[in-house]
């Protein structure tokens, strides 16, 4: 007689995309939008025309085969500074998410792990908080020279602090935890704790975070623009195009809702792939998918 095991190797899985896609619809979605979007915006600008050129005898011309978007009160192509205004949305979202992630990584680890920190810090945090971030930004570019960093920088403010709550509120929970107690008492290093044990377990919802700073920074930027308070006026962005355009709205449409369409399609995209990040980083609810 021969004695059958279980303990033959397991064949490994094949990875196919068409299940990875019907596992994570909201994902691919938002995915496939954002790339699309992210590919327009570093490639579009070499093929369409000048944004910035003046062409008075063209001016509130509707969209068709020449002005795929129309033309503005100057003439201007609407196409070519929605496109070079994509830029300005997608370089905000991004540099805010990730500046804003990196800072209230670090200062969420410490005020978690560091008793002594939480107090002072986690009150700083929760004036700024209090601060409507919009106003914050205005505040701050007025008082200085308007421009794209500038913009960065007053978005980043108000948006750490969020970041800063999340990421302590996770650390506080895992410092709790008998494994990392009884770690603590056998004397490991704070730093090797952070890193091996602490830090692993923030980076997902750091990364869910970071989708939805990223999809704000992106309204806040267009709400400023929109104000006249956000990037300069001879940078075509999406905000600032609505705002010139808005006089003319019921006679040239176009010039408002082609932008207004794209920063929604935008931010739509950003939302989605975060939304699916939840489902499947979560592990509570990933286990009720």
């Given amino acids: 007689m021969v004695a059958i095991t279980d303990d033959l190797p397991l064949a490994p899985r094949r990875f196919s995309l068409g299940s990875a896609i019907r596992r994570n619809p909201t994902i691919a979605i938002g995915a496939v939008l954002l790339i699309v979007l992210i590919a327009i915006a570093v490639v579009g600008p070499y093929f369409v025309g000048n944004p910035l050129k003046i062409a008075p005898v063209n001016r509130l011309r509707p969209p068709s085969e020449r002005w795929w978007f129309g033309t503005d009160q100057f003439g201007r192509d609407v196409f070519a500074r929605t496109i070079y205004g994509s830029r300005v949305s997608l370089i905000v979202g991004l540099s805010v998410a990730a500046i804003s992630s990196a800072l209230g990584l670090i200062l969420g680890l410490a005020c978690g792990y560091f008793r002594r920190l939480d107090g002072f810090v986690m009150r700083i945090m929760d004036g700024v908080m209090a601060i409507p971030s919009i106003l914050l930004a205005i505040a701050l570019i ?43 008492a056998g ?103």
Wanted: hydrophobic share 50%; aromatic share 6%; net charge positive.
């Fill in 187 to 289: 004397g490991t290093r704070n730093a090797k704790l952070l890193l091996r044990h602490v830090l692993p377990n923030t980076l997902a919802p750091l990364i869910v975070q970071s989708t939805y700073v990223c999809a704000s920074a992106m309204l806040i930027e267009a709400g400023l623009s929109f104000l006249g308070a956000g990037v300069p006026p001879e940078i075509p962005s999406w905000g600032n195009i609505i705002a010139q355009g808005r006089t003319f709205f019921q006679i040239a449409p176009w010039t408002i809702l082609i932008p207004g369409a794209f920063l929604a399609t935008t931010v739509l995209a950003v939302n989605l792939l975060g939304d699916g990040l939840r489902d499947r980083l979560d592990p509570r609810l990933a286990r009720r998918l």
């Fill in 142 to 184: 007025t008082l200085t020279r308007p421009g794209l960093g500038i913009v960065i920088v007053a978005i980043v403010i108000p948006e750490v602090p969020r970041v800063v709550r999340v990421v302590r509120a996770i650390v506080l929970s895992i410092r709790s935890q008998p494994y990392i107690e009884s770690a603590i």
